[in-house]
């Protein structure tokens, strides 16, 4: 992957650059965690987007392109589950060569990684995010709603391993009473094998997973938790726009994050556009659809007309959803996270 030198800066009304693309490749997933897609809602007889609707590689790659051109440095592949995406690899070569991406990333539950993660990596994957909100059998089961076994993922972060990905960040998003007893031993376990935990505020991405803010496991209580064990001491963020804070173990044994959107937000710094299977440009994760680009897209709209559609999209945005979180009087409508990624 090259840097494009000179890449065009553009900024929202908050002054905020357009540095991030997020691509879901698909709606479908092999899991139902509670959180994002639960089973008694996405059942059998849920009507997933059609195959002709999604976006085919090549159209993701051009707008990935135009979008590069004005800034996105950084692409991370989501879904849905992106590995549940026949062939998805192909995918990541195109993104993989495009001039300006820096940085190509995906996150995924890891469920597939045995059969893709060497392919992955060939293809010039440089980074991978796996969830994994328990180590407890009892707990993850009930967490990602069929039933797995913890061990159907750690033999996807071994096989991610021997295709070279290193460090891995592992994710888990933390609800309490659910899962929360649990961080301790999330914690130290990825510490002793050198990959980077990211806890993760339980958020009220969607309208369709029953959150309340007394579910929610705040980010000083998770650090305050794992500092008795394991002492911990502030660490600096690596850009601007990085949505964890970070924190490194005292004794030199790495480091782990949280994501805290509730109990501390960080829109001002948001640099994230997001691109749903279908097409749509949405710009915060709590937003409702979106914008269409698969329509001018396949009408033939030019690399120019897409790029001024986007730059458009950009610059009219004004989100900070989380910010205003607690000062809402009613509720919206909003795009859930199966749809975009998290």
């Not at 592949?77 to 992106?82: D, K, V």
């Not at 940085?103 to 994994?132: E, F, H, V």
């Not at 369709?208 to 660490?235: C, F, Q, S, Y």
């Not at 986007?310 to 919206?332: F, H, K, L, M, N």
């Amino acid at each position: 992957m090259t840097t494009t030198p000179h890449r065009p800066r553009i900024t929202d009304r908050l002054d905020r650059p357009f540095r991030d693309l997020r691509v879901s490749v698909t709606d479908r997933c092999n899991f139902r965690c509670p959180y994002c897609m639960p089973a008694e809602i996405y059942g059998d007889r849920y009507q997933f987007l059609p195959r002709d609707d999604l976006l085919a590689f090549e159209e993701i790659a051009r707008l990935a392109c135009v979008m590069a051109n004005l800034g996105a440095a950084k692409i991370r592949l989501t879904g849905g589950e992106p590995l549940v995406r026949n062939d998805v690899e192909k995918l990541v070569a195109m993104l993989a060569a495009l001039p300006g991406v820096e940085d190509l990333a995906m996150t995924t539950n890891g469920y597939l990684l045995p059969q893709k993660a060497a392919a992955l990596r060939d293809a010039g994957l440089g980074r991978l995010s796996i969830s994994l909100d328990s180590l407890d059998d009892e707990v993850f089961r009930k967490m990602n709603g069929r039933g797995f076994d913890v061990g159907k993922v750690l033999d996807g972060i071994s096989a991610a391993e021997k295709a070279g990905f290193s460090p891995i960040k592992i994710n888990a998003v933390v609800q309490r009473g659910v899962n929360d007893h649990t961080i301790v031993e999330m914690a130290r376990y990825f510490k002793e094998r050198g990959h980077v935990m990211r806890f993760i505020e339980y958020m009220d991405v969607g309208t369709r997973n029953g959150w309340k803010l007394d579910h929610v496991t705040p980010a000083d209580e998770i650090i305050a938790r794992i500092h008795a064990e394991m002492p911990l001491e502030p660490a600096e963020s690596g850009y601007r726009g990085e949505v964890a804070s970070r924190y490194r173990y005292r004794d030199g044994g790495g480091e782990i994050g949280v994501i805290a959107s509730v109990t501390r937000p960080f829109c001002g710094d948001c640099t994230r556009l997001r691109l749903s299977p279908e097409g749509r440009l949405v710009t915060c994760l709590f937003s409702a659809l979106g914008t269409d680009l698969r329509g001018p897209l396949r009408a033939g709209a030019s690399d120019d007309a897409l790029e001024r559609l986007i730059r458009g999209v950009w610059s009219d945005r004004g989100d900070r959803y989380s910010e205003e979180r607690a000062s809402a009087t009613e509720r919206r409508e909003k795009v859930e996270m199966y749809h975009i990624g998290g």
